[in-house]
């Protein structure tokens, strides 16, 4: 199947609509789940939930339905800072500074494994 | 290099574009609309199935439809979760479908008139999501492959279930295979409808191939889909309701008869069996949770206040 938007004949094909909102919303919380002991926290998605108690219970019936977590984290999204992608990607350049890398240094087959 | 140009060496090297990556307009929009129109499904898809938890024939298939109904909001909800990286609001969403001016998949505007359309809907249109959804987990956009990869692990026992569901009908009574075979009659060519127009008809295809949002043409999906399953039909001892269907050993692949267009443009235009009633039902369930949604902020609101 397509999840492609069919145009019938004669519809608009804008890509566009938006709509007026009149209420408040839930805020978005940011889901951090453990998948079993052993392993950190990994970024899973969001959601939305008026607070911190309701947002880890929809995270459990959300994104823990079939055991997929031993522990979960929940953050309001509005918490979280971030780099821009190339304040980070442009930090380093691997290329440039090849001492860094464990590979680049030879040794000699008769020392064994280093 | 230009934005552009570090957009375009992304795609060209199978890398992912991630939401704070700089990405054209369009493809913005693209994927704003599609993944919206996704998300919109997998909600309004609950209502069909819904219809017969009450009336599903033991407990343990009540469990099983209920698990699979829950599933369908959650996957709803990754979708939204993954169109709301692109900067559009959930709510916004939900508004846009309630006043029509987004789509959700057509399959969903064909009524389930009996017990057999349950197996029926997990053997077929979900085996026709999961055929479009593995290609979607190789989307361009990683929140959207990503969403894709945890749905298709859940859709997997949602058509295990409905086939499996089917062979215990086909090998019941008389009565019940019949039952079975008029849903297989009723669900197929709405499920071969579902993976959209011909490639010659298909808006936004070509731009949406070329920005490896979509893999594989609507025509090649449905070839596949119909290979997969008209074997399956043969296990079951049913048949297809196609008097074009046939093996053709030089292609390799089935040959099967033409889809009714026209109805096709009339259920996407709003005028199949279902569509007033979802989106009446849907308006509704949402109207009813209003005070919900209040009462949700001002506890909220109240033991903030608490702490502080």
């Known amino acids: ?114 | 290099m230009t934005l552009e140009e570090r957009f375009d060496v992304i795609l060209a090297a199978e890398d992912k574009i991630e939401p704070a990556d700089w990405m054209p307009d369009d493809y913005r929009k693209t994927l704003i609309r599609q993944i919206a129109q996704h998300a919109h499904s997998e909600i309004i898809g609950m209502q069909p199935e819904g219809n017969w938890i009450s009336r599903a024939p033991t407990l343990h298939r009540k469990a099983i439809l209920m698990a699979k109904v829950q599933d369908e909001a959650g996957h709803g909800l990754y979708l939204y979760s993954a169109a709301e990286t692109l900067g559009v609001d959930r709510d916004q969403m939900q508004t846009l479908l309630h006043q029509g001016k987004h789509k959700y998949s057509s399959i969903f505007n064909y009524p389930t008139l009996s017990w057999a359309d349950m197996g029926t809907i997990g053997w077929l249109v979900d085996g026709a999501a999961i055929t479009n959804q593995v290609m979607l987990t190789r989307c361009s956009y990683g929140p959207y492959a990503r969403a894709m990869v945890r749905i298709c692990k859940e859709e997997s026992f949602h058509q295990r279930q409905g086939y499996e569901s089917l062979i215990r009908l086909c090998s019941g009574s008389p009565e019940q295979k019949a039952m079975a075979q008029d849903a297989l009659n009723r669900w197929w060519w709405p499920s071969l409808m579902m993976f959209g127009p011909h490639d010659t008809d298909s808006t936004h295809t070509e731009q949406s191939m070329e920005w490896k949002i979509k893999r594989v043409s609507n025509d090649d999906l449905r070839q596949q889909f119909v290979d997969m399953t008209v074997p399956q039909a043969d296990y079951l001892g049913l048949v297809v309701p196609d008097r074009d269907l046939r093996w053709n050993e030089e292609r390799g692949h089935y040959d099967f008869g033409e889809i009714d267009w026209e109805e096709f443009w009339a259920v996407v235009k709003g005028n199949g069996p279902m569509n007033r009633d979802r989106i009446e039902h849907k308006v509704r369930a949402w109207d009813e949770g209003a005070w919900v949604r209040e009462a949700a902020l001002a506890h909220a609101a109240k033991k903030e206040g608490a702490i502080t």
């Open chain 1, 1 to 114: 199947m397509t999840y492609e938007v069919p145009v019938a004949p004669g519809e608009s094909a804008e890509l566009e609509e938006t709509a007026d909102l009149a209420t408040e919303v839930w805020p978005m919380w940011e889901v951090f789940v453990r998948a079993r002991r052993g392993i950190s926290h990994v970024h899973i998605g969001s959601l939305h939930a008026a607070d911190a108690e309701a947002a880890l219970q929809n995270a459990r019936d959300v994104y823990t339905r079939r055991g997929e977590g031993a522990s979960l984290w929940v953050v309001r999204s509005s918490e979280i800072n971030a780099f821009e992608p190339d304040d980070i990607s442009d930090y380093v350049d691997a290329n440039e500074k090849p001492y860094r890398l464990a590979t680049t240094y030879e040794i000699p087959d008769e020392v064994g494994h280093m």
